[in-house]
């Protein structure tokens, strides 16, 4: 595959996920509660997508509501919850309990590995540890080498390319140049090693703006990008707003009781599109998220 | 001077981190957490502290948010690693000390993020290891925790499912598996701490409110217990300083069951310390 030739990317948040198969296996961005691409797993949801394989190190509400709609066949992160703060992930546990999803629990190193392989081209990489523990046992497709120059044994773990990206960034320009904050997680090496990405971005700038605060994922990496205000909401997305927790509270509040509290959170937040998502979150609590900068005090408050 | 069982918890495990090591912990860990900004503040100051799941080197956060990936967390560090940069670092050998927990934790130091229950059908699915199952074969040293050894069902004879290695698998010794790190050096737990002799748990030092009957009731391996059983050292006065001031939200109390919280320590006569 070449890489993207520079035009202009711009999409609409619907057009942009048409791009996504059935059963596409996908990367997601961000990790835990920051930078997660929420608008465009919302989007995925309100289109019905199934069968999804999804891949990543340490996720949260995103793999959680793709799970609880019934959109993933396969599980493949290093880890997925709210912490300790607000505990496992609802429909994720109740699916791997209940053998609706298979669960092929993976280790950060493991998948970095896999990723960099995908980038190099090559067809698999080693890694020192994952023997011994049961995640060997869920990957049936590592396999123990012996190093030609050492003798020693190493687990090979092969390529990863996901068929896609979603990757979400503060701020980028119309031909697909992002900016990120740090955590950058693995997004730079899922823009790489992936067959395709598509980004959401808080604002569009120009080039020059994108250029001075720093391209952190370049445009011939990315094949399509929309603009779409607070796309990682209720996860954080530095510099413009921190993590809503409260809204992860009701989240997690309504996968846990079941069918009937998902569906009013589905109603109240998802299906209407993101625009209707902004308004059910409301201006204020949105405005409030800015606040961190502010002062420590005003930034701790968001914590309480 | 006065305090509870969390931060008396938080500084012990503080003092498994020894000056000049470079330093990590997971996320969802903030005893960890608070722990390495503790001892950066006290007897460690020059160790290398890589925050959580920032990879900020040294920041020094204004407080300890509820979740680790949040940009209070990398306040005042000149760098942030990549992802790549850490998990580099630590497989290559460069980290010294590592924290890490479970929800199953076995004599032998494995742990168990992942499930309880067979793992193919999960009685409870928990939410999985993060880098654990490599980091743990190779940083130098393991510092193990829990919070939750009273309940009984978290030190284990042995993990349901092994996440994290310890000393041993069943596939054999570290060495037979190739790898480079030190394994588990200690654990922490509410009730007491643990070093490992010859690969195997052995409690060391027991709260002062807590008796070696408790401690054998609730841990599932034969417990093996010190010739010369202690309490941990009371917290010094700089050391609970440090604790109440980067964590004023009292993150690390949400890691306790509500009734743990109500253990209160005093050193009596207004004393620094009383050991």
């Known amino acids: 595959m070449s890489l993207q030739p520079p035009r202009d990317k711009r999409a609409s948040l619907t057009d942009a996920i048409r791009m996504v198969s059935d059963g596409a296996t996908v990367a997601l961005g961000g990790g835990l509660s920051a930078r997660l691409p929420m608008a465009m797993v919302r989007e995925l949801v309100r289109q019905g997508r199934s069968g999804l394989h999804l891949v990543g190190s340490a996720h949260s509400i995103d793999v959680d509501l793709l799970v609880a709609v019934g959109a993933v066949r396969r599980c493949e992160e290093s880890y997925v919850g709210f912490e300790q703060d607000l505990g496992l992930a609802p429909a994720y546990r109740r699916a791997a309990e209940e053998g609706t999803i298979e669960v092929a629990e993976s280790c950060c190193a493991t998948v970095l590995a896999q990723l960099r392989a995908s980038e190099m081209g090559l067809p698999f990489l080693p890694v020192r540890g994952v023997r011994g523990s049961g995640v060997s046992a869920l990957h049936p497709e590592y396999a123990e080498i012996t190093c030609p120059f050492t003798g020693e044994t190493l687990v090979a773990v092969p390529a990863l390319r996901p068929d896609v990206a979603l990757l979400h960034a503060p701020s980028g320009d119309r031909y697909g140049n992002l900016h990120l904050e740090q955590p950058y997680v693995l997004d730079e090496r899922f823009a790489a090693a992936s067959a395709m990405v598509i980004a959401t971005v808080d604002e569009l700038v120009s080039t020059d703006e994108v250029v001075a605060s720093g391209v952190t994922i370049p445009a011939h990496l990315v094949a399509a990008v929309a603009e779409v205000p607070f796309g990682a909401h209720p996860t954080s997305c530095y510099p413009r707003y921190a993590y809503d927790r409260g809204h992860l509270r009701e989240y997690v509040s309504a996968a846990q009781s079941g069918a009937s509290g998902l569906d009013k959170y589905l109603a109240t937040y998802v299906n209407g599109g993101e625009e209707s998502y902004r308004t059910a979150v409301g201006a204020d609590r949105l405005g409030a998220l800015a606040t961190w900068s502010l002062s420590t005090g005003a930034w701790q408050e968001l914590f309480r | ?275």
């Open chain 2, 1 to 275: 001077m006065r305090w509870t069982i969390d931060e008396w918890f938080v500084v012990a495990l503080a003092r498994t981190i020894r000056p000049r090591e470079t330093v990590f912990h997971g996320f969802g860990s903030p005893c960890a957490q608070v722990a390495m900004h503790v001892a950066r503040r006290t007897h460690a100051p020059d160790m290398t502290l890589v925050e959580g799941a920032m990879y900020a080197v040294n920041p020094d956060p204004p407080f300890i948010p509820p979740t680790s990936n949040d940009a209070s967390l990398s306040r005042g560090a000149a760098y942030s690693m990549r992802f790549e940069e850490f998990f580099d670092a630590a497989i290559r050998g460069d980290v010294d000390r590592m924290f890490l927990s479970g929800g199953q934790i076995d004599g032998y130091g494995n742990t168990n993020v992942t499930a309880i229950g067979p793992a193919g059908r999960p009685k409870v699915k928990l939410g999985g290891g993060g880098g654990g199952c490599n980091l743990s074969a190779t940083i130098g040293h393991l510092t193990v925790w829990t919070t939750r050894h009273r309940s009984g069902r978290t030190l284990v004879e042995e993990c349901d499912f092994i996440t994290d290695l310890g000393h041993r698998t069943p596939l054999g010794t570290r060495a037979d598996l190739g790898y480079t790190g030190g394994g588990p050096q200690w654990l922490v737990t509410e009730l007491g701490v643990f070093d490992f002799r010859d690969g195997r748990a052995r409690l060391v030092q027991v709260f002062p409110d807590v008796d070696v009957a408790e401690v054998r009731a609730a841990t599932g391996f034969p417990l093996e217990v010190a010739g010369d059983l202690r309490t941990p050292a009371p917290p010094s006065a700089s050391e609970l300083a440090a604790v109440r001031s980067v964590d004023p939200l009292k993150v690390r109390t949400s890691e306790f069951s509500p009734r743990e919280l109500d253990r209160v320590f005093d050193s009596g006569g207004g004393q620094d310390c009383a050991c």
